[in-house]
């Protein structure tokens, strides 16, 4: 198995600064808008672009959540890989308001269908975009598309791209892995 960086902490910081802009941009003042981390990688996303946006671009009062998908994945009962539950975290309503979905990577988009059904048990949304740093745009299954991307990898299917978080891994940098 070999690996190649994609991104490195740099490349990563650059575009996260990038994407912050274009969420600011459309959203200003976020008083309509949530961000909500697609568990389990979207978490760790959703968490340093809030942490950007409040102390870097001083966005006050910016609500961020949490949405486990496990239960709503279309693969849930099938074949002999046991789906772990994470935890939902969404103290907030999400009715009439602006959602961002927030992930690491979109593969065949089935991850985004299964949270476009899981976040209707908040409430019915405005809207909902979807923020990825990684689009493998060869790769879908469903007609999903980011609203916002960090970057498009054109991966073939026996290659997986492997985001690593400094909060999680030791190192942030994303790495495209040949199996």
């Known amino acids: 198995m ?3 960086v994609l991104l490195n902490a740099t490349d ?11 969420l600011i941009e459309n959203h200003k003042d976020f008083s309509n808008t949530v961000l909500v981390g697609i568990q389990p990688r979207g978490k760790f996303l959703a968490s340093r672009l809030a942490q950007m946006l409040k ?3 001083k966005i006050k009062n910016l609500q961020l959540g949490y949405l486990d998908i496990t239960f709503y994945r ?3 009962r099938r074949g002999d890989k046991i789906h772990e539950a994470n935890t939902t975290k969404i103290d907030f309503i999400v009715e009439d308001k602006n959602v961002v979905f927030i992930d690491d990577v979109l593969y065949t988009g089935r991850s985004i269908r299964a949270a476009l059904t ?3 048990s908040f409430g019915r949304p405005n809207e909902i975009e979807l923020l990825t740093l990684i689009d493998r745009r060869f790769s879908r299954h469903l007609p999903i598309q980011p609203n916002y991307r960090g970057r498009q990898v054109d991966a073939i299917n026996k290659e997986k791209v492997k985001v690593s978080w ?4 030791g190192e942030d940098v994303v790495y495209l892995v040949n199996s």
């Open 2 to 4: 070999s690996q190649k």
């Open 12 to 22: 990563i910081n650059i575009i996260l600064h990038r994407l912050a802009c274009q």
């Open 55 to 57: 102390d870097e671009y």
């Open 74 to 76: 279309d693969d849930f």
């Open 118 to 120: 899981a976040i209707q």
């Open 166 to 169: 400094i909060e999680n891994d």
